[in-house]
């Protein structure tokens, strides 16, 4: 059962414009979502967060935006850059008792195009 | 500081085999979290080690064991080795609690035949 997912296996986007990437979750507990930007051959890397109080977070050239009554969230890239071809996972925290741990999307690959 | 570090990149193993993989945490961080990551697939977590005692773990079968050591490094132990445990594995260490500075490994790639 897929709590967290990303329908897009790939995105193909021109360099200077704006590149959107969807993420939908089920699980209405998830209070805490996070976007991690992988590259071949490298781990993910921690891009943005949003809490479930917020519905926008911003940094930079990146912005989450997140509808709880739609259980959706998306991450905005503008303007995309070259070095923003990698493959993007959205990430979601089910808490325990006394931890947490990550339930991820299947992800999605941005190309952004010259 | 050399970052998370897994050993080693690649692993071809066979069915029913037994396999170690190892991890060294970020300079600094003493939680360690294992990751399988299918082909096509996000990361699923396999279980989490802090202070040497595993504390929490993902549905994974008892065939995945895991060790922290003194110097908070860790092994991923698989057992019985089946075609399906075929992915990337992957290590992310973290200081404490917070998750966003969690950072993760380049990851194992096992193939087992």
């Known amino acids: ?52 109080i917020k ?60 | 500081d050399a970052g998370v570090t897994q050993s080693p990149t690649h692993l071809i193993k066979t069915r029913g085999q037994q396999v170690t993989l190892r991890c060294s945490p970020k300079s600094g961080h003493d939680t360690v979290s294992w990751y399988q990551q299918a082909l096509g697939q996000g990361p699923q977590f396999i279980f989490q080690y802090y202070e040497e005692e595993e504390r929490q773990r993902g549905n994974f079968p008892d065939r995945f064991s895991g060790h922290q050591f003194p110097n908070y490094s860790s092994e991923l132990n698989v057992n019985a080795l089946l075609l399906g445990d075929s992915a990337l594995y992957l290590c992310a260490s973290r200081p404490g609690f917070s998750i966003e500075t969690q950072y993760f490994g380049p990851g194992t790639r096992l193939l087992v035949l």
């Not at chain 1, 993420?23 to 490298?42: G, H, I, Q, R, V």
């Not at chain 1, 996972?89 to 941005?110: H, M």
Request: glycine share 6%.
């Open chain 1, 55 to 114: 519905d926008k977070n911003e940094d930079g050239r990146f912005t989450v935006f997140l509808n709880k009554s739609a259980k959706h969230l998306s991450l905005h890239i503008v303007p995309s850059q070259p070095g923003d071809s990698a493959v993007y996972f959205c990430a979601a925290i089910l808490r325990g008792d006394s931890n947490y741990q990550l339930i991820w999307g299947a992800g999605t690959k941005l190309i952004i195009k010259p």
């Open chain 1, 1 to 52: 059962d897929q709590q967290v997912k990303q329908n897009s296996p790939s995105l193909s986007v021109q360099e200077g414009r704006i590149s959107i990437l969807n993420c939908d979750y089920t699980n209405s507990m998830f209070d805490y979502f996070l976007w991690y930007k992988k590259y071949p051959a490298e781990g993910p890397t921690f891009l943005i967060s949003i809490s479930s």
